[in-house]
């Protein structure tokens, strides 16, 4: 694995971030122009939805922990 070391540790990065999601216009789930900000750590897939997807996905996982992107940091930061 060491030749592709390089290529691995840039994907962890890229995922770190917005990932695939960077330009996303619509939300993935509701196809609507709210701001995509919040994804679950522990949901497959890592899709960045909005607020409202976030909610109504979650009404039954009390457990998942959401993170929040913060556009002025460019970071996810985890909900409490």
């Known amino acids: 694995w060491h ?3 390089q290529q691995y540790l840039d994907e962890l990065l890229r995922y770190d971030g917005r990932g695939d999601w960077g330009e996303q216009l619509a939300c993935p789930l509701c196809q609507t ?3 995509c900000i919040f994804r679950c750590m522990d ?3 890592g899709l960045v939805v909005c607020e409202n ?5 979650h009404i039954f996982n009390p457990f998942h922990r959401i993170k929040v992107w913060l556009i002025l940091l460019a970071l996810f930061i985890l909900l409490i």
Do not use: N, T, Y
Not at 53 to 57: D, E, L, T, Y
């Open 3 to 5: 030749p592709h070391a």
């Open 43 to 45: 949901c497959f897939g």
């Open 33 to 35: 122009s709210s701001p």
């Open 53 to 57: 997807c976030a909610r109504q996905v």
